[in-house]
């Protein structure tokens, strides 16, 4: 099982609301990735936890928070976005170094 | 910083016609090599990898790509292309850590 899973898959929020996206997997990995994508472009890395710490922020605005509650989930928090950030917003996992296997992506649209 | 090239960014072909994507990569140390493709309104699938070993690997879908460590590439190849086949095909390299560096995407138009 290759497994990666996103909910929701549309999402609409204003400007002023709270809102998180999930992303599951139960393939054992302990690399979990948040990658954010706008359209007809390539995914870009946002965020990278590693055995449930987080180990790489590419310097993501602070109005994204991720989380990782244990080593199946990994949440990220949105908080007074902007309509720039409206985007697909992938979640992957790997074994460390290995492949990396994507979810659907969650489709953002922020009003 | 590493980062990842690739040249053609829309190629239109007919059914049957062979596909080269090229793919450029800038690191000097050991890479990883992957080939993504993202099928209209579907998630990033894995088309395949390379890590070591024989420099021309096999994907799904009758793809496979070669890797040429002298030129820094890792072309996409398939002999015969299917109107199924539209899709953004992209490149990436992982060199040492878990973060993976795309290229720019190409996408790929078959018609029938």
């Known amino acids: 099982d290759t497994e990666v899973t996103q909910t929701p898959k549309h999402l609409v929020m204003g400007m002023t609301n709270k809102k998180s996206l999930k992303c599951e997997q139960h393939m054992g990995h302990r690399a979990m990735y948040w990658y954010k994508q706008k359209a007809k472009k390539p995914p870009e890395l946002m965020f990278v936890?590693?055995?449930?710490?987080?180990?790489i922020n590419e310097s993501v605005p602070s109005r994204f928070s991720p989380e990782c509650p244990n080593s199946s989930l990994l949440n990220l928090h949105l908080h007074a976005l902007q309509p720039e950030d409206s985007a697909l917003y992938l979640c992957?996992?790997?074994?460390?170094?290995?492949?990396?296997?994507f979810g659907p992506g969650t489709r953002l649209t922020v009003l | 910083a590493q980062s990842v090239s690739q040249h053609n960014h829309h190629v239109i072909l007919s059914e049957a016609a062979s596909l080269e994507l090229g793919c450029n990569y800038s690191?000097?140390?050991?890479?990883?090599l992957f080939w993504y493709v993202q099928y209209p309104g579907q998630h990033l699938q894995l088309l395949l990898k390379y890590f070591s070993g024989d420099p021309l690997v096999k994907g799904i879908k009758g793809f496979e790509a070669e890797f040429i460590k002298s030129k820094f590439s890792f072309n996409l190849r398939k002999p015969s292309v299917q109107w199924s086949d539209t899709a953004e095909y992209f490149c990436a390299v992982n060199p040492s850590g878990r973060a993976l560096t795309f290229g720019s995407g190409t996408r790929l138009q078959v018609q029938p």
């Open positions: 992957a996992s790997s074994h460390l170094t290995d492949t990396q296997y």
């Open positions: 690191y000097g140390g050991t890479v990883n």
């Open positions: 936890y590693s055995y449930e710490k987080l180990s």
